[in-house]
T-cell receptor, first 113, second 114 residues
Framework: EAEVAQSPRYKITEKSQAVAFWCDPI?????LYWYRQILGQGPELLVQ????????DSQLPKDRFSAERLKGVDSTLKIQPAELGDSAMYLC???????????FGPGTRLTVL | QQQVKQSPQSLIVQKGGISIINCAYE??????FPWYQQFPGKGPALLIA?????SEKKEGRFTISFNKSAKQFSLHIMDSQPGDSATYFC?????????????FGKGTRLSVIA
């Protein structure tokens, strides 16, 4: 069964360090989303890609966060510098073009010390 | 402004009972309403979803009821089992606008006790 892959699964870092997360969506899924989920809350969108283009990054803290999907397949989300408040689960999801049925990966649990 | 309101925050149900979780939305442009199940440390898994052309959808023990006029939808889990203990999230999006992000409720922690 096709799945969204994410790595690493867990990341512990100190504040002011740089971190990067990787996502490989389900094959053929043109749309890729990065969500952030704070413990005890629902996921919230950070950035959405359609193929290699950003279509919504209105909630991405652009002073420290960046995201790319250069070839329209896998994607990287970077935080530099990390802050204590960035501790959360970072989830990647993908969907077919035109459908909002989104499938999530296992997430990356980030802890900033 | 929270666009999707979910209740209750937590729920305890006896094994074999019915679990009911409710959601209300504000944006009338929403036309796709999924439910996700999430276990600790895992990503959300799509459970069941409904679009407004029907008022009810059933898959196994899981049923979504949808009331367009009231802007409400609910998840019913029949014959609840201990393995159903997880956090459930409702969500909504506007599929007619193309691929759009999901707006999630705050989640319901379900505990099914024997």
């Amino acid at each position: 069964e096709a799945e969204v892959a994410q790595s690493p699964r867990y990341k512990i870092t100190e504040k002011s360090q740089a971190v990067a997360f990787w996502c490989d969506p389900i094959s053929g899924h043109a749309t890729l989303y990065w969500y952030r989920q704070i413990l005890g809350q629902g996921p919230e969108l950070l950035v959405q890609f359609q193929d290699e283009s950003v279509v919504d990054d209105s909630q991405l803290p652009k002073d420290r966060f960046s995201a790319e999907r250069l070839k329209g397949v896998d994607s990287t989300l970077k935080i530099q510098p990390a802050e204590l408040g960035d501790s959360a689960m970072y989830l990647c999801a993908s969907s077919l073009r035109g459908l909002n049925e989104q499938f999530f990966g296992p997430g990356t649990r980030l802890t900033v010390l | 402004q929270q666009q999707v309101k979910q209740s209750p925050q937590s729920l305890i149900v006896q094994k074999g009972g019915i679990s009911i979780i409710n959601c209300a939305y504000e944006n009338t442009a929403f036309d796709y309403f999924p439910w996700y199940q999430q276990f600790p440390g895992k990503g959300p898994a799509l459970l069941i979803a409904i679009r407004p052309d029907v008022s009810e959808k059933k898959e196994g023990r899981f049923t979504i009821s949808f009331n367009k006029s009231a802007k409400q939808f609910s998840l019913h889990i029949m014959d609840s089992q201990p393995g159903d203990s997880a956090t459930y999230f409702c969500a909504a999006s506007s599929e007619n606008s193309g691929n759009t992000p999901l707006v999630f409720g705050k989640g319901t922690r379900l505990s099914v006790i024997a």
